[in-house]
């Protein structure tokens, strides 16, 4: 009578490491981070400032990839995203978040925005940390995102400059994992950076100013 239930064991155990097994192979994302349907809260098609989106500096000390995953095994899979344009897709995010709130953005690459004069607003920013990790263990998966972002907005009509550094992070756990979990948490983790970071200003004139500024 035991022979079968330590076969069973043996079997489950067998499927379960194998499947754990790290290949040592890199998986990209291409993240997104629209919210959940449109917003027109604060912006006007024809009154807000025409924002450019620089390519973002990755200021990160391993440029390399966004995270690991360590499996049972001992095994690593890597992940990255935008096949390793950090900076750039992190602008392209944003001019995609902007748009969907009814902003108007354009991302600073040749070809694809207006000249620098034409924008009222330049938006910069630094990537400090982008970080998504998957740790293995008996019966689940362990997700950890964690995001922190200095942003630069140049208003171009009076010079003035808007600095914030925001940070964001997320976990998750699941039974059985798939690397679209890592995606889904590391979007969702990015979509809350964005939300933070245009909830905190606000339209003054065609410039962007911080809504906690004192009045002057």
Not at 49 to 77: A, C, E, N, W, Y
Not at 164 to 177: A, R
Request: net charge neutral; aromatic share 6%; glycine share 8%.
């Amino acid at each position: 009578m035991k022979q079968p239930v330590s076969f069973l064991i043996s079997l489950v155990s067998l499927l379960l490491f194998s499947g754990c097994q790290g290949t040592g192979k890199m998986v990209d994302f291409d993240l997104q981070a629209l919210p959940n349907g449109s917003s027109q809260q604060d912006a006007d098609q024809d009154n807000s400032p025409v924002i450019m989106v620089k390519p973002f500096q990755d200021d990160r000390l391993d440029q390399s990839r966004i995270g690991t995953r360590t499996h049972l095994s001992g095994g690593v899979t890597y992940f990255n995203a935008w096949n390793g344009s950090i900076g750039e897709g992190m602008a392209r995010l944003t001019v995609d978040y902007l748009r969907n709130q009814g902003w108007t953005a354009h991302i600073n690459t040749a070809g694809s925005s207006p000249a620098g004069n034409e924008a009222d607003v330049i938006l910069s920013g630094k990537i400090l940390a982008l970080k998504a990790s998957a740790k293995s263990r008996f019966g689940s998966t362990i997700i950890e995102v964690k995001v922190k972002v200095s942003f630069e907005a140049k208003n171009e009509a009076d010079g003035s400059t808007v600095k914030m550094v925001l940070g964001s992070t997320g976990t998750d756990t699941v039974v059985v994992f798939d690397p679209q979990d890592v995606k889904e948490l590391t979007s969702e983790v990015l979509k809350e950076l964005f939300v933070q970071l245009f909830r905190d200003l606000k339209i003054q004139g065609r410039t962007l100013q911080l809504r906690s500024l004192p009045p002057s």
